[in-house]
């Protein structure tokens, strides 16, 4: 694909000067600017995703039963272990 892109006289001077220090050509800086940005933002979005998850199983059954729950995780994974050695003490 190709786009135009009308900048600044500041902004194309600076945009020159990074891809020379990068030794690189202006049009492979400005991808590389853009895959970063694009990246980014798929980070972020999957990041939020990951706190809204985390903080609605935090809400789900009350105290009592998630110790009842954590009692029973807890025996299920010192069963059947090939060693004597506890996960949980």
Known sequence: MTVTLNLP???EVHIQAEAAKQEVQVEEYLLQLVVAGM????????HAR????????????DAEEQRETFTY?????????????????
């Open 73 to 89: 995780l807890r025996a299920a994974v010192d069963e059947e272990r090939l060693s004597d050695r506890k996960r949980f003490l």
């Open 50 to 61: 990951s706190l809204a998850l985390l903080e609605s199983v935090r809400d789900i059954g």
């Open 9 to 11: 006289p500041d902004m």
């Open 39 to 46: 990246i980014g933002s798929a980070a972020a979005d999957q």
